[in-house]
């Protein structure tokens, strides 16, 4: 173990480990650090990444892949339900993988190109320096050491404490963090090609309820609330157990996980002196779906990429950095997560009411014919009276 | 002040992301608080399993 890398990575989740990946392939010494003993477990994830988005940044591989997606359903409040079949849901089809695995195999390649890496490492202070980050203090097994680094990616998930400590406010608005809960449950009725989102106020307030299937009668059973709509006897798991106890009668929980999910918009600022915020950490995850694996690669890669860049330049100043955070607000995902936050403000304005009226008739309608925005229209001339909202949705879709 | 159930805690994160004063820290499994921590509630609030409790403060 050095003293002194090229690039400090600070989180072995998919942002660190893709970022370390990057950095090592291009040449450059790279530490990653982890906090937990063991990288991808306890897993905090429901697992369902789409399959183009996976592909992107690594092989599918079946040691990693719990099961495949045909179909995704949506039930409403009053259970009315509506099935997409792969041919119309387009790019959301996808995979749910086994992160206990998947998160391995990411480090395990980042290694391969040349990384180091630290497990039961936890930074616990940035290294400071005229302002600008240059490594951080680091408790392996009791004891600390230092390591310095020219540019140090905080790449910490929720928590995001790293950024925190350099000067940057990563708090979630209370309303905005979505207090999950999560049992992979085995035992139980379910369509294993498909994933089924419930919505609907006395389901999952401000959020929604998930079954995404993990393999013969196997599936992550779990659900996100609004923090706002959180409180003693109706938390998270409240929720879940409620759904549980009606649908699951005699299925078994095999694991239970805890976790929470931003969905607030992403830090003003993901750049500063000698530091790089990626993944979840820079709040990323897309507001509207509360998936942020992929996001998590993207801009890992992305801050691997302009680090690099900027080190052989010599220069590792906020400007130096600052092409990262240009680049992914203006990329493809960043453009995502602006429209997806508003859809997900339109949304979780909605009455119960208004919803079931919606997915009714939604469902009356054959949706292969349809694009989104002519869905849109569609439903607008069948349901006068909810013209209005069904504007605001038009124009952020459209 | 703020009370950690640590026999129901499941070290996710969650109230360590919304505290405003930085006063939450999981070092791996274990939750810890600071005296930073000005018992505003916020943090019991969102935990998805209540492992948090402020004592003798008025709760939000
Ligand atoms: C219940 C739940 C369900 C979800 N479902 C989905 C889903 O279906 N699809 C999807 O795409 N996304 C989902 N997400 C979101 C997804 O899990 C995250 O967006 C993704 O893991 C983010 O990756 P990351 O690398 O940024 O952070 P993480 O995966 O959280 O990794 C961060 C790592 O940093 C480590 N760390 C933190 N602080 C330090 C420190 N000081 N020193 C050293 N190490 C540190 C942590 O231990 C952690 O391992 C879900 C999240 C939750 C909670
Ligand atoms: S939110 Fe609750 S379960 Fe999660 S770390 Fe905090 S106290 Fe523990
Ligand atoms: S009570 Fe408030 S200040 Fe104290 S740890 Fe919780 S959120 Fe932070």
Redesign the interface.
């Given at each position: 173990m050095k003293k002194k890398y090229d690039l400090l990575v600070i989180g072995g989740g998919p942002a660190g480990a893709i970022a370390a990946r990057t950095a090592a392939r291009a040449g450059h010494s790279v530490l990653l650090v982890e906090k937990r003993p063991a990288i991808g477990a306890p897993v905090r994830c429901a697992e369902g990444i789409g399959k183009e988005a996976l592909a992107e940044f690594v092989e599918p591989d079946e040691r990693w892949i719990s099961a495949e997606l045909k179909r995704a359903e949506l039930v409403g409040p009053d259970g009315v339900s509506m099935l997409l079949e792969a041919e119309m849901a387009g790019s959301k089809v996808g995979y749910i993988l086994d992160r206990k695995i998947f998160d391995r195999e990411l480090v395990w390649q980042a290694a391969g190109a040349g990384a180091d890496v630290m497990v039961k490492t936890r930074a616990s202070a940035p290294l400071m320096a005229n302002g600008a980050v240059k490594g951080a203090v680091l408790d392996v097994c009791g004891e600390k050491m230092q390591v310095h680094a020219e540019v140090t990616i905080a790449a910490d998930g929720v928590e995001s404490k790293f950024s925190r400590w350099c000067g940057v406010d990563t708090t979630v608005p209370v309303r905005e963090i979505m207090s999950s809960c999560q049992y992979l449950m085995t035992d139980i009725d379910i369509d294993e090609e498909c994933t089924t989102f419930f919505l609907g106020n006395e389901t999952a307030p401000e959020g929604y309820l998930w079954i995404f299937p993990k393999g013969k009668r196997t599936a992550n059973v779990g659900i996100g609330i609004s923090g706002k709509k959180s409180g003693a006897g109706h938390r998270a798991k409240d929720y879940l157990d409620r759904f549980v106890r009606r649908r699951f009668p005699d299925g078994k929980t095999i694991e239970c996980i805890v976790g929470g999910v931003s969905v607030c918009r992403p830090l003003g600022c993901t750049v500063a002196d000698g530091l790089i915020i990626a993944g979840d950490a820079a709040r990323v995850v897309d507001p509207l779906t509360g998936g942020g694996i992929y996001n998590a690669m993207f801009t890992g890669d992305l801050a691997a990429r302009v680090a690099s860049k900027a080190m052989d330049e010599g220069r590792v100043n906020a400007a130096a950095l600052m092409p990262y955070d240009e680049a992914w607000r203006t990329s493809p995902m960043g453009l995502a997560i602006e429209r997806n936050y508003h859809i997900k403000e339109y949304l979780i304005k909605l009455s119960d009411e208004k919803l079931n009226t919606i997915i009714h008739s939604a469902k009356s309608l054959d949706m292969k014919d349809f694009s989104t925005l002519t869905l849109v229209k569609e439903l607008m001339k069948r349901n006068p009276k909810l013209v209005a909202e069904l504007a605001v949705l038009r124009a952020l879709i459209g | 002040m703020l009370e950690i159930h640590r026999d129901v805690c499941?070290?996710?994160?969650?109230?360590?992301?919304?505290?405003?004063e930085?006063a939450l820290?999981?070092?791996?499994a274990y939750l810890e608080v600071d005296d930073q921590c000005t018992c505003c509630g916020?943090c019991a609030?969102?935990?998805?399993?209540?492992a948090l409790e402020v004592r003798d403060e008025e709760k939000i």
């Open positions: - | 499941g070290y996710c994160g969650c109230c360590v992301s919304v505290c405003p930085g820290e999981l070092i791996d916020i609030k969102v935990c998805p399993v209540g």
